[in-house]
């Protein structure tokens, strides 16, 4: 079955300029979260969503970072006046509801960003 | 201080030796322990996952918690080129869905 699909997979852009990734989770999962993946840093929490509940947006790192997921399902992750130090890999990954067991995240092959 | 700590490696041993992955954590409160598997240009993806002390093994790999320690390792037996990837390790609390990830450990497994 079709996995976390991420576009685009490449995303050169000048400093300044917003960018906007996009992520389709797996058809039935709720919960969706948002990780950035920089080099000799591990992956960083962004956001989360599940179902219709407010986001946790506690690991967005500034206001140029925001999110949406429309319909519960595919969500957009925008980055506004783009700086050199957001080039990273942007991770997108869904799961089944919160509670059920064993509910791993599929991750998505992500977006590489590179700001010049 | 870190909440994981994981050696970033490189870490290169020879086809069929056995691998010994680990990290080490901060809080007490995590409960659930996961390891997730990276080849590059490619997103993690789950290989084992564990909240009790102890060994839990699926094949050739085995994970190991202990929770007095708080530390945790990934064994690969029989190691193969195909095993070549980063191993990030991850832990969470149920009732908070952030998993916290290790830096990873790039493993190369030499022919």
């Known amino acids: 079955g079709a996995g976390v699909s991420q576009s685009p997979s490449n995303k050169v852009t000048e400093k300044g300029k917003d960018v906007e990734l996009r992520c389709d989770p797996i058809?039935?999962?709720?919960?969706l979260y948002w990780y950035r993946q920089s080099l000799g840093q591990g992956l960083e929490f962004l956001i989360y969503f599940q179902g219709n509940s407010a986001p946790d947006k506690s690991g967005l790192p500034s206001d140029r970072f925001s999110a949406e997921r429309t319909g519960g399902s595919v969500s957009t992750l925008t980055i506004q006046r783009t700086q050199q130090e957001d080039s990273a890999v942007y991770l997108c990954?869904?799961?089944?509801?919160?509670?059920?067991?064993?509910?791993?995240?599929?991750f998505g092959n992500g977006t590489r960003l590179t700001v010049t | 201080q870190k909440e994981v700590e994981q050696d970033p490696g490189p870490l290169s041993v020879p086809e069929g030796a056995i691998v010994s992955l680990n990290c080490t954590y901060s809080n007490s409160a995590f409960q659930y322990f996961m390891w997730y598997r990276q080849y590059s240009r490619k997103g993690p993806e789950l290989l084992m996952y564990t909240y009790s002390s102890g060994n839990k093994e699926d094949g050739r790999f085995t994970a190991q918690v202990d929770k007095s320690s708080k530390y945790i390792s990934l064994f690969i037996r029989d190691s193969q080129p195909s095993d070549s990837a980063t191993y990030l390790c991850a832990i969470g609390m149920f009732g908070n869905e952030k998993l916290t990830f290790g830096t990873g450990t790039r493993l190369t497994i030499i022919p």
């Open positions: 058809s039935g999962h709720t919960a």
């Open positions: 990954a869904s799961s089944l509801p919160i509670g059920a067991t064993n509910s791993p995240l599929h």
